[in-house]
């Protein structure tokens, strides 16, 4: 939602409010009918093992690469995801492509094809894999609308923030909040492959204590194996120094 919120920032600043508020409306009501109409059939026609497995793999999918992610800019091998930038970037590519419409009123502000396009696409496109993980977790537990409402608090949270923060996005801990959800999502994937497989878990739902500690401490043992790989003189740089080193 971060990211998502970011280009609808530069979206609205440089080509109008009015059409990215637009694309923004009508990429969330696509993703919703999405969640409604893959996610209702998916609680009341698929056995609930064989939903398991496929959520759970699903879940493994999403959370690893999550993890990896988290994991390859924790350690100093790939640059932080920098929210300011990419606004920037955003913003001058928008700038670029021509004149923005001129100033006026929210309600008689003309439409701009540009502005709606590139925020449908830009709040789509991240809402994926918000709605992958709202259809898997919600369905997979039978909780299709608490999953959804969650989302949706998450939505309402980050454009409240973004509204007060304005362009300073970046001091939200993104790297942070990906690595624990890459942790949970692989735990949660990992749990449910293997209870739709028929394993029985040691203390059933207890169990998931104990694949998220395994997933963090993976996670934290490749960070640091990781870091001692870099150059003994960019070992101690934070990570957004060593990737400017290495581009030097």
Known sequence: MV???????????SRGWRSAVEGTLAAVAT?????????????????????????????????????????????????????DAIY???????SADGQPPPKSSFR??????????????GVFLEGLEVVMIVLTLGSSSKHLGLAAVSAGAAVVVVSCA???????????????LK???GIMLSSFGVFWVGEGAGLHWPGSDVFLIALVATFAAAATLLIQ?????????????????VIEAAQA
């Open 31 to 83: 993703l919703a009918v999405i969640v409604v109409g893959v996610g209702v059939p998916l609680i009341h026609l698929v056995p609930l093992n064989a939903l398991r497995v496929v959520v759970g793999g699903m879940l493994l999918v999403l959370g690893l690469n999550w993890l990896r992610k988290a994991i390859l800019r924790s350690s100093g091998h790939k640059a932080m995801h920098d929210e």
């Open 179 to 181: 690595m624990g959800v």
């Open 108 to 121: 008689h502000a003309p439409r701009d094809a540009t502005g709606f396009v590139v925020a449908f696409k």
């Open 162 to 176: 973004g509204a007060l923060v304005a362009r300073q996005l970046s001091e939200v801990p993104e790297n942070a």
């Open 225 to 241: 194996a990781m870091r001692r790989a870099l150059p003994p003189e960019l070992a101690s740089s934070s990570p957004s120094d």
């Open 88 to 94: 920037a970037k955003t913003l001058a590519e928008l």
């Open 3 to 13: 990211e998502a919120f970011t280009i609808v920032l530069a979206a609205g600043v």
